[in-house]
């Protein structure tokens, strides 16, 4: 039966459930209101009828136009609608103190991670004997101890540094290092992944650098070129100025040196070895007092002979690193069997006398821009003023780096240009066009 489009009206009637023969009712199109006889649905549930009834705007399912099954469902669409504004409102409220927390914290990097001194995941002795091998492979050795190389259960390398019986290091030094390396974090600071702390067994675990530190990378057969050497020397002072400027408090470092500096595959530079790190405990404050601690050449000599401890002790020692990029030298020289000089002397007399030639490291002399060398020895020089007010901060030092990275770079482009090659390769093989165009990216952004 075909009613479709027949501008019928009512309801449906209940006798067509009642009809033995009927098999299809199409009743779609029309004007009809009410609620569909139960007798029809049940033969259609039971596939004994084919009903259409679509395009009836005033018809509804079964009991479904009994009013009080519609004040229910009136009663259920409120409260969906408040539960709904609840969430709603909940959900604002979470979002505005997620963002207040996110706003203090990005004024104050290290504020997320100043509340817990150990955070970082807790080894025992056993643990580290079994990732390191029974310590079988070392890779450095230091005031605090021997470093081994070792391999977590998901194939991460880290570097293990075990405090020595034997160690200049007590206690004091491994929780000051291991409380310092929890709380900052920047990408030119080494990540300390673990500690131990197993009766009389002592161990900081921290990210595994595959380079090594800088001091070995530049005695090595494979040299850095200038342009490297100054991309490390970028990485290094910003992360000094972080530990000067981001931190609350401010962290000095104390021990600033190429031995401390290391590398990743890339050549990313991250400060390591907190040991002797200090905190000042007010931004009132410009220095304290503390027995001198360091490494000898790049200790700062106002520092030592006054016990005063301030950030310029760091930008002496960061003066020092300079000029060891520059010249391919020691920090103590031995100029002969019986003599040996600072390195901060012998350049700086090499210098005054406009003689750059003569302090230059030759595996760089002819591969690099001079004004630029020129622009980082001035700076160099002016790191290791003997009086550490007359001392730039680490931030001018790192501005003045980035604007010798930009003056290398430059010529190299021009160098490329005009030798019509489109670039020459660097020491280790990579192009220097996209070398540059990193670099150049870097430092801007900065």
């Known amino acids: ?8 009206s009512g309801s449906i009637p209940v006798f067509l459930g009642q009809v033995p023969a009927l098999q299809f009712l199409d009743l779609s199109s029309n004007n009809l209101s009410g609620s569909i006889p139960w007798s029809l649905l049940e033969k259609t549930q039971r596939g004994l009828l084919t009903l259409r009834v679509d395009n009836n705007p005033g018809l509804c399912g079964n009991n479904t136009c009994n009013p009080i099954q519609k004040k229910r469902r009136n009663k259920t669409k409120l409260l969906q609608i408040v539960i709904s504004v609840i969430v709603a409102v909940s959900l604002l409220v ?10 203090r914290r990005k004024k104050r990097p290290d504020l ?8 970082n995941r807790r080894f025992t002795y056993k643990e580290l004997k079994h990732i390191t091998n029974n310590f079988n492979s070392v890779i450095g050795r230091g005031g ?13 390398l880290v570097a293990v540094k075990m405090r020595s019986e034997t160690s200049s290091q007590g206690n004091t030094e491994f929780l000051a290092e291991a409380q310092h390396l929890a709380r900052v974090h920047h990408k030119n600071l080494v990540s300390l992944i673990g500690y131990c702390k197993d009766k009389k067994h002592l161990s900081l675990v921290y990210e595994y650098m595959d380079e090594g530190n800088l001091e070995d990378r530049l005695r090595g057969q494979e040299s850095l070129n200038w342009l490297q050497r100054l991309k490390i020397a970028l990485d290094s002072a910003h992360g000094l100025e972080y530990l000067h400027k981001s931190c609350s408090p401010p962290l ?28 000042f405990s007010s931004e009132m404050v410009t220095h304290m007092t503390t027995r001198p601690a360091g490494t000898l050449g790049y200790l700062d000599p106002e520092y030592y002979a006054t016990s005063h401890l301030s950030e310029k002790s760091d930008v002496y020692s960061f003066g020092v690193v300079l000029l060891v990029l520059i010249t391919g030298q020691r920090a103590i020289i031995t100029i002969s069997d019986t003599e040996r000089n600072n390195i901060t002397i012998w350049a700086r ?3 005054s006398e406009g003689d750059i030639d003569s302090v230059i490291d030759p595996r760089i002399r002819g591969d690099c821009d001079i ?47 005009s030798s019509g090659t489109g670039g ?12 540059e165009t990193e670099l150049i990216g870097e430092t801007s952004a900065r």
């Open 144 to 156: 605090f101890g021997l470093v081994y190389v070792g391999c977590l259960e998901n194939g991460a």
């Open 94 to 103: 979470l979002a505005v103190f997620l963002f207040v927390i996110w706003d």
């Open 252 to 279: 000095i470092h104390r021990d600033v040196k190429t031995g401390n500096i290391l590398l990743t595959t890339n050549l990313q530079a991250k400060l390591s070895d907190f040991g002797l790190t200090r905190a």
């Open 424 to 435: 020459s390769a660097l020491a280790d093989g990579e192009p220097v066009g996209a070398l």
């Open 349 to 351: 007399h090499g210098l």
């Open 112 to 119: 997320a991670h100043s509340t817990n001194t150990f955070e």
């Open 371 to 417: 004004n630029s060398v020129w622009k980082v020895a001035e700076l160099a020089l002016q790191c290791t003023q003997h009086t550490g007010r007359d001392r730039p901060t680490m931030t001018e030092v790192a501005e003045g780096i980035s604007e010798s990275l930009q003056l290398e770079t430059s010529s190299r482009s021009m160098r490329c240009s």
């Open 1 to 8: 039966m075909d009613l479709s489009h027949n501008s019928l």
